[in-house]
C-alpha cells in the first residue's frame, strides 16, 4: 500500500469519526484502531490531533468548493436555480455520507484556532456568493438586502436544518430517503420564498 494511501485512509476514518460522535469525542487511537494503524504511523502523518482536525477541515472545505462550483456550472443562470442547485449538490453527499454534515456542525464546537483555519478556507468562496447575490440583487432577479447577512442566512438555515437531526425528530421528522427529500423540498421552497424579488 502506497504511503499516501494511508494518509488518505487516515483524513477519511477521521472525518467520519469527527462527524458521527464529535470531535472531542474521538481520540486519536480510535482513529489509530479504525484504520488499522499504530497510533505512531498516525503521528507521522499528523503530529496532533489539533493537526489532523485541522487537516480534516482543509480536506472537508476543498470538498465542499468542488461540489459548489460543479453545482453552480451545471445549473442555468437564473439566480434562484443556482441557489436551489448549490443546495441540492450539498445535500448530496450528505445523504451518502451524513458525517460530513456533523462535521460542519462540530466548526462551531471547536477552539477559535481551529474553526478559523475551516472559515479561512471558505472565505474565496463565501466572497464569490457574496458578489454573486450583490450582483443579482442590482439586476432585480432576488429581493434587495444586505449579501453578507443573506449568504450566512442561506448557509445557517441549510446547515442548521441539516445537521440537527434532533430537532427534526422533535417535530415528528423521520430518518429516511422520503423525508430527506421532502425536508430538501420544503428547504428550496423556503429559500425561493425568501429571496424572491418582491
Known amino acids: 500500500m502506497a504511503r499516501t494511501d494511508t494518509r488518505a485512509r487516515i483524513l477519511e476514518a477521521a472525518t467520519d469519526l469527527f462527524g458521527l460522535r464529535g470531535v472531542d469525542a474521538v481520540s486519536l487511537d ?29 480536506h472537508t472545505a476543498l470538498q465542499l468548493g468542488v461540489v ?6 451545471s445549473s442555468t443562470d437564473d439566480p434562484l436555480d443556482r441557489i436551489e442547485a448549490v443546495v ?32 479561512v478556507e471558505l472565505k474565496p468562496l463565501v466572497d464569490r456568493a457574496v458578489i454573486y447575490l450583490q450582483s443579482e440583487m442590482d439586476r432585480g432577479r432576488i429581493r434587495r438586502a444586505d449579501p453578507r447577512l443573506i449568504a450566512a442566512l442561506c448557509y445557517a438555515t441549510v446547515t442548521g436544518i441539516a445537521t440537527e437531526p434532533e430537532v427534526l425528530r422533535t417535530v415528528g421528522w423521520q430518518t429516511n430517503t422520503v423525508e430527506l427529500r421532502k425536508l430538501r423540498s420544503e428547504l428550496l421552497a423556503f429559500l425561493r420564498a425568501a429571496l424572491a424579488p418582491a
Open 68 to 73: 459548489i462550483q460543479a453545482a453552480i456550472r
Open 88 to 119: 441540492k449538490a450539498v445535500f448530496r453527499p450528505a445523504v451518502r455520507r451524513p458525517s460530513l454534515l456533523g462535521l460542519i456542525r462540530e466548526v462551531s464546537r471547536l477552539s477559535p484556532a481551529l474553526g478559523e483555519r475551516f472559515s
Open 30 to 58: 480510535v482513529i489509530a484502531a479504525e484504520v488499522g494503524v499504530a497510533k505512531q504511523t498516525l503521528l507521522y502523518w499528523f503530529p496532533s490531533k489539533d493537526d489532523l482536525v485541522q487537516a480534516v477541515l482543509v
